[in-house]
């Protein structure tokens, strides 16, 4: 039987290893433009325009940073109008890679703004979304609270309990989340040994380090989940407003196994998206977490876009304010 089973195997590495080129003889998919516009309160709009490709398409010659380069459109017309005004046009910055109104001619969105952005190319047919930029979430932080304790190297443990008050908003259509990041903020003019709380609003991007993990809580019993952020619908938030807490152990930092003094905190960002916008993000981690090895006969996750005709992609809208609770601890 030894030899019987050895041959089997040459046999089915033997058939393993052959390959068939085979002529594609199908419908080919033509290319379609491809927009995406995350536009945030207050900040000035960017818009990348590019072409889908089909799937045969020898992407794989081209160098991993050039695949993306490669499929731009830089010749596009694009252009934003802010409550029904007068149109803003864009013009590409080629260091970005996207569109940018010019400075002196750019509008910064604002919260309940009513923005339409138009783009066009002379291959493909004009491409039209709206969007209104949701409320900024009104928050007061109300109490915070520490505790500690110490590890087995003899390190304090420092647990902080930081309340927020969320006030009802008009728009009950839109989706609010929460995030925790991590921040070192090593450069703020501390001088003090003690614990400092500070409260600082529209932070971002100062000295952020990574994610923590908090235990969130919308101030009702049993709704505790360890995660970086909560989501939650202004329809879900009663009139009178809610509360959410959130608490995070912070512990001292080693270098080359020594201990350093470390400032540190906590941000906590408040975002809200409009409901294309939320839809957007969730189809996009859903598709991205799929299971593309198994195969059928649906689409397992269909990407949700909004742009009129047969463009794909995206127009998002938000409105984003963040909060820091600074420490230094020994």
């Not at 590495?13 to 080919?28: D, F, P, W």
């Not at 505790?147 to 443990?157: A, P, V």
């Not at 450069?187 to 003090?192: A, N, R, T, V, W």
């Not at 991205?288 to 996750?301: A, D, P, Q, Y």
């Amino acid at each position: 039987m030894k030899p019987q089973i050895s041959l089997l195997i040459l046999t089915v590495l033997v058939l393993a290893s052959c390959k068939t080129e085979i002529e594609y003889k199908g419908e080919i998919t033509e290319p379609q433009m491809v927009v995406f516009c995350d536009m945030t309160a207050h900040y000035k709009p960017q818009v990348s325009v590019s072409r889908s490709t089909f799937f045969l398409d020898n992407t794989k010659a081209l160098p991993d940073s050039d695949t993306y380069r490669a499929y731009l459109l830089k010749d596009a017309q694009v252009s934003y109008s802010v409550n029904g005004g007068d149109w803003i046009e864009m013009s590409y910055v080629e260091p970005k890679e996207k569109y940018e109104p010019t400075a002196g001619e750019a509008i910064y969105p604002q919260s309940s703004d009513t923005i339409t952005l138009r783009v066009s190319h002379k291959d493909y047919e004009e491409a039209i979304a709206v969007q209104v930029v949701p409320e900024e979430l009104v928050t007061e932080m109300t109490d915070v609270k520490m505790s500690e304790q110490r590890n087995n190297k003899g390190d304090t443990i420092c647990t902080y309990t930081i309340t927020y008050h969320i006030s009802p908003t008009k728009d009950k259509s839109v989706i609010g989340r929460m995030e925790l990041k991590d921040s070192y903020l090593q450069d703020l003019p501390i001088k003090s040994n003690d614990m400092l709380f500070q409260e600082l609003s529209d932070v971002q991007g100062e000295g952020w380090r990574g994610m923590v993990e908090g235990m969130v809580s919308l101030g009702i019993e049993g709704e505790e989940d360890y995660r970086k952020y909560l989501d939650f619908r202004m329809s879900d938030i009663p009139e009178e407003g809610r509360d959410v807490v959130v608490q995070t152990a912070v512990t001292p930092a080693y270098v080359n196994g020594k201990k350093e003094r470390t400032l540190r905190g906590v941000v906590t960002d408040w975002t809200t998206y409009s409901s294309d916008t939320y839809l957007y993000m969730q189809s996009i981690a859903k598709y991205k977490g799929s299971n593309t090895r198994i195969l059928g006969m649906e689409e397992k996750v269909q990407v949700f876009g909004n742009f009129s005709g047969k463009t794909l992609g995206c127009f998002t809208v938000k409105a984003k304010i963040g909060y820091i609770v600074t420490f230094i601890y020994e």
